[in-house]
């Protein structure tokens, strides 16, 4: 595969022409053995999910697109490669462990993991820093569901995520640093609109998005919303993040959509949905204004 020079890999491209061109419990009386069987292959249907509140009524974009045109440089450093490449990914046995400042440590199987709260179908905006959007039915539940059974400690103040990682079954892995990490503050962890994500369009996740287990964080560019999570620890002080190692000037530890804060490169003022010809004004934390007491009395253009 041909390796471009690093400071051009990140983020430099501009989306090609090509692209532009229900109900309540999800657990009740469902096996948790036929969870764990669906979880573990994409694309099977997850039954029963409830409709959340936060959900947008924008026009979803469509499945293909959004399964087509994506970032995942564990599978390669363009577009069009994750859904080549990904294809036998192996997700299954597929565990996370939750660790580091919390009362009660432990690695959850992600049989466990689909038990743990009632399955959501939540439709949000998402935002990439480079300026592309979609609007896709995600299913998971707050990720504050998950934290909240490790009983963070009183040192705990951020949250830090670590993706999968392995060079035989990711052979076209390139242009960054593995594996993948992210990070947030304890209390932007907590905030309901962080979504831990298991499927998208009534459906497990394939393995382009991030299979079996990702973040969704609807209020942040989409770098921040990692994918197929091994491992969560809560600590006391910033972790590192995988973007921001790469190109600090670039790319901050907060990273919210934010159309007054440019990207040293381009202006972060609009954006395009995939498959739409015009480009649309981006929102500040792209429309997710329930998040701003977060950020009270913060300078935003310093912390980008
Ligand atoms: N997670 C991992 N592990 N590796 C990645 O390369 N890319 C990020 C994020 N999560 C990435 C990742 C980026 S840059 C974006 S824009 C989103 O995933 C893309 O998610 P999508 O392909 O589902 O749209």
Redesign the pocket.
């Known amino acids: 595969m041909l390796i471009r020079r690093r400071e051009d890999i990140p983020f430099s491209e501009i989306t090609p022409k090509s692209v532009y061109l229900n109900r309540r419990k999800f657990l009740a009386g469902i096996p948790p053995a036929f969870l764990a069987a669906r979880a573990a292959k994409a694309g099977m249907k997850l039954p029963g999910l409830a409709k959340s509140p936060f959900s947008t009524t924008e026009k979803i974009t469509p499945y293909k697109d ?1 399964t087509t045109y ?5 599978f390669g450093t363009q577009k069009d490669e994750p859904s080549k490449w990904a294809q036998g990914f192996k997700t299954s046995p597929w565990t996370v462990s939750l660790e580091g400042e919390v009362t009660r440590p432990r690695k959850f199987s992600l049989d466990e993991l689909l038990k743990l709260a009632p399955l959501e179908e939540r439709i949000y905006r ?1 935002r ?1 820093v480079e300026g592309w959007s ?1 609007v896709v039915p995600w299913v998971g539940y707050s990720l504050s569901a998950l934290l909240q059974q490790s009983q963070p400690t009183a040192k705990a103040k951020f949250v830090e995520f670590q ?1 999968f990682f392995n060079s035989g079954q990711m052979p076209h892995a390139a242009g960054i640093q593995f594996p ?1 990490a992210e990070g947030l503050r304890l209390d932007e962890a907590m905030h309901p609109l962080a979504f831990l994500c298991f499927g998208m369009y009534g459906e497990t996740l394939p393995p ?3 299979a079996p287990v990702r973040l969704v964080l609807p209020w942040k560019y ?2 921040k ?4 999570i091994i491992r969560i620890r809560l600590v006391g002080s910033q972790p590192a993040t995988t973007w921001n190692m790469e190109n600090s000037h670039e790319y901050g530890f907060y990273s919210n959509v934010n159309p007054h804060v440019d990207h040293p490169r381009w202006s972060q003022a609009t954006e395009r949905r995939l498959g739409e010809f015009f480009k649309r004004p981006t929102l500040m934390f792209n429309g997710y204004d329930q998040v701003a007491s977060l950020y009270a009395g913060m300078d935003l253009k310093k912390y980008f």
């Open positions: 959004v994506n970032n995942f440089y564990e998402h990439c979609i993706s993948y382009q998005d991030g989409g770098f919303s990692i994918k197929s």
